[in-house]
């Protein structure tokens, strides 16, 4: 997969040269490059913001340097890359959207600073390409950067070859639209508190129920949203009578 992120602090990016994710950069499963916005501007203060038509608070960035760095890093033309625009006021985020974006060849990131950047730049990317702004839930960021590394830990990871173990992918909560159940490793005592007898039984018909209770439990707790969502077909036998 190739990305491309656009921002004027690329410095934000330098942890992506760590772990899992510098480690799928260095044997070429993600082909990443950062730009700074700045690049594209032309005055000698490099400005890339300005004040807000009809007023209030902030700063908006400008559609110019947008627009050229948008012009070299999706040529009219070229096949184009899958726009993702970080912002407070972008639709939420999902496990279901990072499988979506694992599945696309080109990314391409366009960090604002949080009062935006100017919508003609949006609307004029859309004639081009598909524009997405997205949310990574209900707070606000100064701007997308974080967003950005957050998004692109969730996309990479689902990549081919990136997960050694692929069943992890398969256990882990958000997947099967249940929160994971509680995990133990030894010792199998520790401070006088024990890791609960099935798990130590060996009885992995025991063990698969006990998980799975202790997932629809923690779920309907912590998030009965969750819950509500859940496809009835998705339910088994045992689950109903729960
Ligand atoms: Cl994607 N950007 C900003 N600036 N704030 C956010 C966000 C994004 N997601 C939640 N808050």
């Given at each position: 997969m190739r990305v491309d992120i656009v921002s004027i602090f690329p410095e934000y990016f330098a942890p992506l040269d760590l772990s899992l994710i510098g480690k799928a950069r260095a044997n070429g499963t993600l082909r990443l490059a950062v730009h700074d916005l700045r690049t594209w501007t032309h005055d000698v203060h490099r400005t890339v913001d300005d004040t807000p038509y009809g007023g209030g608070p902030g700063m908006v960035m400008r559609p110019e340097p947008w627009g050229e760095a948008l012009d070299a890093l999706a040529p009219p033309g070229a096949t184009p890359p899958r726009l993702l625009v970080p912002s407070p006021a972008g639709g939420r985020f999902t496990q279901a959207m990072a499988y979506e974006l694992a599945t696309e060849s080109h990314l391409l990131f366009a960090c604002g600073r949080y009062e935006g950047i100017d919508q003609r730049v949006l609307d004029h990317a859309a004639t081009r390409m598909p524009v997405t702004e997205v949310s990574i839930g209900d707070y606000v960021l100064f701007g997308?950067?974080?967003?950005?590394?957050?998004?692109?830990?969730?996309?990479?990871?689902?990549?081919?070859?990136?997960?050694?173990?692929?069943?992890?992918?398969e256990e882990e909560s958000h997947a099967h639209g249940l929160l994971e159940a509680p995990m133990y490793t030894k010792p199998a005592s520790w401070r006088g508190n024990e890791v609960p007898e099935v798990l130590r039984s060996g009885d992995h018909g025991r063990i698969a129920r006990w998980r799975r209770d202790e997932a629809l439990l923690r779920t309907a707790v912590r998030r009965p949203d969750m819950i509500a969502a859940l496809d009835p077909e998705s339910l088994d036998k045992r689950d109903r009578a729960a």
């Open positions: 997308g950067e974080v967003a950005v590394l957050v998004i692109l830990e969730a996309v990479t990871r689902l990549l081919p070859g990136v997960l050694g173990n692929v069943g992890s992918l």
